[in-house]
């Protein structure tokens, strides 16, 4: 049973509220509560009975595009960052002094431990406050961030990366030369989801960011030598490796060895994957910050990627937290963070794109942890423990600069005004969907080529209207397509086909 209660929490599910049917406080369950009960996994035979045709009964719920960006480079802040001392500030006498708390447009921050940042706060930084965590446990919520479901659920033991959605939805517009994978994760050390039960096509490219680039972009024994090795193997099994009659696994590894061919000997690929002393200096010389540097230049060269992953951590400040000696401390991680995050804005709203604006423009930035850290006077051992409430930074694809979604009450504990269409808290799979809104994917997507034939949607419950893009991010006079949820996605089929 997932536990997100927590002090100072409270939203539909959780809290009886005068004239609303719950389990506790009337004789109806509400149908977003139940999906909501329903993707916590905490149904069972108790709540039999109340399944009417009035909470089964499907209501009206638009899809809201925004349509707004054409890249995504999600951050997963690993080990959770404490919301209290970065982007959700509260100043306590524990507040060290070269936080130097500063307030921009009514925005608490800590100019002193990220000053880059600050000065991007009022322009390029959106930043969601009333973020909540299903659970405290890092593996199981690093995991639900990246795949927008409960990874206890049945789909989601086989659900894949968000990342592998994006590049399955986007791969029809791959043009000759894109010859990079749609998802590149970077400093992951291997911990990425992947691809789940879609095709091996949209695994991630997982690379670790150095200034040499990829070192397996050439042969040892030189490339007329490799190319007549890879036309013999074409010719002996390529018939069975292609559109292969034994099945889309083998198909799939052909896909591999042709992907991976393309790559070899490509002057672009080998410079998208390299970097300077001069921009590793400047984006803090970390392997974050290295990752950063990548990010930015396969998004630059246009060869194909669509989504990349950076994870960064570990955030896990259990004990002297504010330790300056220790750069795997608060300040050392925020220092990291600020050199990378800020020169990775600066550096694509530099850049071109190809609709007409900047890099920065058609990019959503998500940065986030997998849940927050303990508030008020640090514990014991000088540090913060797991807690529920935490945050989001997003910037680019649109995002409004300044822009601060939610309210917590004085210490950090839990949501006071929820501030978005809503009326509630958000979780990650509103994270998701907003990720999915920005790149004009269809976040109510149901496929029906999951191996347990139940239907995977991109979002659980979407359709329902339990989830939902955060569209307050974005700038409210914006076209975008408000379409019912009966409407097709980009494959065609029904968004309220069966689960």
């Not at 040892?220 to 390529?238: E, H, N, P, V, W």
């Not at 990752?291 to 950076?310: D, E, F, H, M, P």
């Amino acid at each position: 049973m997932t536990n997100h209660h927590h002090y100072g929490h409270k939203c539909e599910v959780c809290t009886p509220k005068r004239g609303v049917n719950s389990p506790l406080t009337g004789p109806m369950l509400g149908r977003r509560s139940f999906f909501k009960l329903a993707g916590a996994g905490i149904t069972g035979s108790f709540l039999a009975p109340m399944l009417t045709s009035k909470v089964v009964a499907a209501p009206t719920v638009d899809l809201h595009l925004k349509n707004t960006a054409r890249n995504c480079i999600f951050i997963l802040l690993t080990g959770a960052p404490s919301h209290v001392d970065t982007f959700d500030l509260k100043v306590g006498t524990w507040t060290p002094s070269d936080f130097n708390p500063t307030t921009y447009n009514g925005i608490s921050f800590p100019q002193g431990l990220m000053p880059k940042l600050a000065e991007m706060l009022t322009t390029r930084l959106g930043i969601v406050r009333n973020l909540v965590a299903p659970a405290l446990v890092h593996p199981l919520q690093q995991t639900w961030t990246q795949i927008a479901r409960s990874p206890s659920s049945a789909l989601g033991k086989i659900a894949p990366n968000i990342g592998s959605v994006v590049a399955s939805e986007f791969e029809s517009e791959r043009k000759s030369g894109q010859v990079l994978p749609g998802f590149v994760s970077l400093n992951t050390g291997g911990s990425v989801v992947g691809a789940g039960y879609f095709d091996g096509l949209y695994t991630p490219f997982d690379v670790t960011a150095a200034s040499t680039g990829l070192g397996n972009l050439s042969n040892s024994d030189g490339q007329t030598k490799f190319d007549y090795r890879y036309a013999a193997l074409q010719a002996i099994d390529g018939t069975l490796r292609n559109n292969s009659p034994l099945g889309s696994d083998v198909t799939s590894m052909g896909s591999f060895y042709n992907n991976a061919k393309a790559m070899m000997y490509n002057t672009a690929v080998d410079d998208a994957f390299k970097f300077t002393t001069e921009d590793q200096t400047r984006f803090g010389d970390t392997g974050f910050g290295n990752s950063c540097i990548v990010a930015r230049n396969i998004l630059k060269a246009n060869l194909g990627t669509r989504y990349v992953q950076i994870n960064y951590g570990s955030w896990d400040h259990h004990d002297d937290i504010y330790d300056k000696a220790d750069p795997s401390r608060l300040h050392g991680m925020c220092a990291g963070l600020d050199a990378g995050l800020a020169n990775l804005i600066s550096d694509l709203s530099a850049q071109p794109g190809t609709r007409g604006g900047t890099l920065l423009d058609e990019t959503l930035i998500v940065a986030m942890g997998e849940f927050g850290r303990t508030v008020g006077q640090p514990s014991g051992q000088n540090g913060r423990d797991h807690y529920f409430q935490q945050f989001a930074v997003m910037a680019g694809g649109g995002v409004v600069g300044g822009r601060v979604i939610g309210e917590t009450d004085e210490t950090g504990a839990g949501v006071k005004t929820p501030g978005w269409s809503q009326g509630r808290p958000t979780q990650y799979e509103d994270i998701a969907a907003t990720i999915y809104s920005a790149l004009g994917i269809n976040y109510m997507t149901v496929r029906n080529d999951d191996p347990f034939g139940r239907g995977f949607e991109y979002v659980p419950f979407a359709a329902e209207g339990v989830w939902y893009p955060i569209t307050e991010l974005f700038p409210s006079s914006r076209v975008e397509s408000t379409t019912p949820t009966r409407s097709t996605n980009r494959r065609g089929e029904s968004s309220r086909s069966g689960r």
